[in-house]
């Protein structure tokens, strides 16, 4: 099947080239990657043309004016053309096997939900100053750094296979996120895509997972196959947080429809 690496970025070029070196080293490729940049400055259009040779990349960028993930996804989603979507951060390194992993476990009628492995802003400094790549690390080592206190956790390295307990939690929201997400592209067009009413860091991948849920769309985990590095940063600004957050409560108690009224739509 065809798919798509959905990439969203902001300012931070020296991760980007980091992921972008992972993506290129994978087992599987993907259709195409379309890098979701938020307003980033010219570094980071630097760093996506010298990756262009190798890798089938898109560059989709649009103005600065805040955080606004939501609108910026819609927009690499369109200028897509798979029929399946791994949504992804730039801040999000990969392991060899991510795509192929993706493919296996995508289904008919279910989103698959990926985690993660915190590295310490120490750790993430020599990945991004010496280019190294966690996907190299023997067992011994992972260890070592979490004895260290330099990542937070190891279950999600371990690999299982696919099964029936994978879809035990098919309505739970919580835990998904855009960082590591697959789903079906009929599905995302169905609910009309990411509501741009998210703007502001918080929550605009929860409410889309709330509105595929009740579209009948369900959650198959991917803990245990489906892992990403997902290199330190500072913490962003919260400032639309509460907003955001009533919004989802909102959403989650039904009051507002499947499909939201700012997205997909708003550019046909």
Known sequence: MQIAIILTTYNRPRALNCVLASLAKMQAQPTE??????????????????????????HIWHPDEGFRAAEIRNKA?????AEYLVFLDGDCMVPHDFLSQHQQLAETGYMVAGNRV?????????VEDQHLNPDTWGVRQWFEYKWQGKVNRLLPLVRLPDG?????????????????????????????????????????????????????????????????????????????????????????????????????????
């Not at 990657?33 to 898109?58: F, M, Y």
């Not at 989603?77 to 053309?81: D, E, F, R, Y």
């Not at 915190?118 to 020599?126: D, G, V």
């Open 33 to 58: 990657i379309i890098v979701a940049d938020d307003g980033s400055g010219n570094e980071t259009a630097q760093v996506v043309d010298a990756w262009k040779t190798r890798l089938p990349l898109k």
């Open 77 to 81: 989603v369109l200028a897509s053309s």
């Open 118 to 126: 915190l590295l310490s802003e120490r750790l993430t400094h020599a």
């Open 164 to 268: 029936a307990w994978r879809k035990r939690r098919p309505q739970r929201w919580q835990g998904i996120h855009t960082c590591n997400l697959g789903l079906w592209r009929r599905d995302l067009e169905a609910v009309n895509g990411f509501d741009q009413e998210f703007q502001g860091w918080g929550h605009e991948d929860a409410d889309l997972a709330i509105r595929l849920m009740r579209n009948g769309i369900r959650r198959k985990d991917g803990v245990c196959a489906l892992p990403v590095y997902h290199l330190w940063h500072r913490e962003n600004d919260r400032n639309r947080e509460v907003s955001n957050k009533a919004r989802l409560v909102a959403v989650a108690a039904g009051k507002y429809p499947i499909r939201c009224q700012k997205g997909f739509a708003q550019y046909e």
